[in-house]
């Protein structure tokens, strides 16, 4: 009997009482070829290394013109695999692909291929090929399966990059401040300083879980990945992705979407503390500078629970820092990397917990334009809610013009038990402000707890810094620090403290032509709640707490 035939009338028998089983039921009665790894050497015993035998049935799938590549029940010891056109991986209910250790296994991952433009940013998004699973120029592929990807053997280590082009680089630490039981494990420790420098023992490891470099027609579904590496995907100049239901628990980066297009990201649950969990990128890795655009991301859950704790249940929250030193990361953003920028994406019906909240950047000279976040909430955030930043750290090639940041509409965002240290930020540099950013029906409550000094603070431009709500220090306004913008618009939004706050809520500085609709604020008693300087065009109405302010020009004032 064919294995073809054996595997359909399994399936066909289950298909009706689990409903994983209808994909793979789908692609069987469809006469999809099904390759079975067992039929080609695979053990599944978890000690075997079954590296050979995932490549030998992947191979025989494509010759043949395409497949279902099969995991059954079972764990695959196995280093980098390769996949190839017109192939789809499923790991069924019960299958785990294990990544791994070049140390304890006696193999290695395939060398990262050379990459005259790795310059420009981190080793990590500069290389593809020492992943678990990799692929590149391919086109039709899918990664399906309710199985899961453990990248028990894959590094989270690094250098940055081969030299750094401009001051502000992001500092070299990696640090966690984390004690749970996977610290072994997954070499999660408490350990602080300088990351490692590329040495010879680097050469044979894997430090992805999965890596996509020029492909298209691309499928994630249903998978889970613990602990996967410097980062769970990198897909770089990927054209029409689709990444659905995915459940991730990892100790760096979850989702690394560079310079890709038509993206749809749907229904995905990330626990990332250590690093972004999804984050769109538009770097030089490829060569040149190419937009991430049309982008949606809807229905997912971002989250900065302690490292493998997600998975577990236990959902803990010991850990204090990330490797940055700042509060645990988690959250959805753009940048850093941003030499192509962002355009037409919607991000809309998304839960943060535990981690830091909406960054908008673009500091290497792309546009970062037209862009719709809706329906977000967000509890226990480690930093600012909502962050956007026009920079000029410029890592690029020399003679790029500082880029841009506008049309940007963010509604119905609540947030609460926001870390007081920094306020909603929205910040240009001088003669590049941020415009055309509107937000409305927002509600922010922050733990407040600002002193009298705080908001006196002087900020500093940081023009070429790494871009983060740290970056400024603590900010001056509890509620809202805005600099060097123009045609901003706030309605009906409200900010509050737990405890009370001796800072105002609202600061601009070098803004012009402002609305504020419908506001509504705490204030401390005797302490102003707005903070003026260099303002043009303000205008402050319907709100309850004062009366209509209208100003044509202000160099300074408060009130």
């Not at 879980?209 to 996967?228: E, P, Q, Y």
């Not at 792309?366 to 930043?389: H, K």
């Not at 926001?418 to 941020?434: N, S």
């Not at 504020?516 to 300087?533: Q, T, Y």
């Amino acid at each position: 009997m064919r294995m073809e035939t054996r595997l359909l009338g399994l399936l066909l028998g289950v298909g009706m009482l689990f409903p994983w089983a209808a994909a793979a039921q789908d692609l069987l009665l469809s006469n999809a070829p099904v390759y079975d790894v067992r039929a080609f050497g695979a053990r599944g015993d978890g000690k075997t290394l079954d590296t050979d035998a995932i490549n030998k049935a992947i191979e025989t799938a494509a010759e043949r013109g395409g497949g279902t590549v099969y995991f059954p029940a079972g764990t695959y010891l196995s280093f980098s695999i390769r996949l190839k056109s017109h192939i789809a991986l499923y790991l069924d209910q019960g299958a785990t692909l294990l990544a791994a250790n070049p140390q304890e296994h006696g193999g290695r991952y395939d060398l990262p291929e050379p990459n005259e433009w790795d310059m420009y940013q981190d080793f990590g998004h500069s290389h593809w090929q020492n992943s678990l699973i990799w692929g590149i120029g391919l086109e039709n592929v899918s990664i399906l399966g309710p199985g899961r990807i453990d990248g028990k053997g894959l590094t989270r280590r690094g250098p940055g990059p081969r030299r750094a082009s401009r001051a502000g680089d992001m500092p070299g630490v990696f640090s966690t401040g984390v004690t749970n039981p996977l610290e072994t494990t997954y070499g999660v420790t408490n350990a602080s300083g300088p990351r490692p420098p590329l040495d010879p023992s680097m050469e044979g490891e894997g430090n992805k879980a999965i890596a996509l470099k020029l492909c298209r027609n691309v499928v994630l579904r249903d998978f889970s990945v613990l602990m996967g590496g410097h980062f769970v995907l990198l897909a770089t100049g990927v054209d029409n992705l689709t990444i659905d239901n995915l459940k991730i628990d990892t100790n760096r980066d979850g989702l690394d979407i560079d310079s890709c297009r038509n993206v749809r990201i749907s229904n995905c649950t990330i626990n990332s503390p250590n690093d972004d969990a999804i984050v769109l990128k538009s770097s030089f890795g490829l060569g040149y500078a190419q937009a991430t655009e049309n982008v949606t991301i809807v229905n997912c859950q971002v989250t900065g629970y302690d490292p493998g704790t997600f998975f577990d249940g236990t959902f803990k929250r010991t850990q204090k820092l990330a490797p940055d030193r700042d509060g645990v990361t988690g959250r959805i953003k753009f940048g850093t990397e941003s030499n192509g920028g962002f355009k037409n994406i919607t991000i809309a019906n998304c839960v943060f917990d535990r981690c830091r909240g909406i960054a908008l950047e673009t500091v290497d000279g792309g546009l970062l334009e037209d862009v719709a976040i809706n329906n977000i909430t967000m509890r226990d955030v480690t930093t600012s809610p909502l962050f956007l930043r026009l920079g000029s750290r410029m890592r690029g090639p020399e003679g790029v013009p500082v880029g841009k940041l506008r049309r940007v509409h963010i509604s119905n965002v609540f947030a609460y038990d926001v870390d007081p240290q920094y306020a909603c930020i929205i910040a240009g540099i001088e003669g590049h402000p941020v415009e055309d950013v509107t937000l409305n029906n927002i509600r922010i409550h922050y733990r407040g707890g600002g002193t009298r000094e705080q908001a006196e603070r002087a900020i500093p431009e940081n023009a070429n810094s790494y871009p983060e709500p740290s970056m400024f220090g603590v900010t001056p306004a509890y509620g809202f620090y805005i600099r060097h913008a123009a045609r901003v618009e706030l309605k009906d939004v409200e900010v509050r403290f737990l405890n009370e706050d001796q800072r105002p809520a609202f600061v601009l500085d070098d803004v012009k032509d402002v609305d504020l609709v419908n506001i509504k604020w705490d204030r401390a008693e005797g302490r102003p709640s707005f903070v003026l300087k260099n303002v043009e065009r303000f205008a402050l109405r319907n709100s309850r707490d004062t009366s209509e302010v209208r100003l044509d020009s202000v160099r300074e004032q408060s009130f």
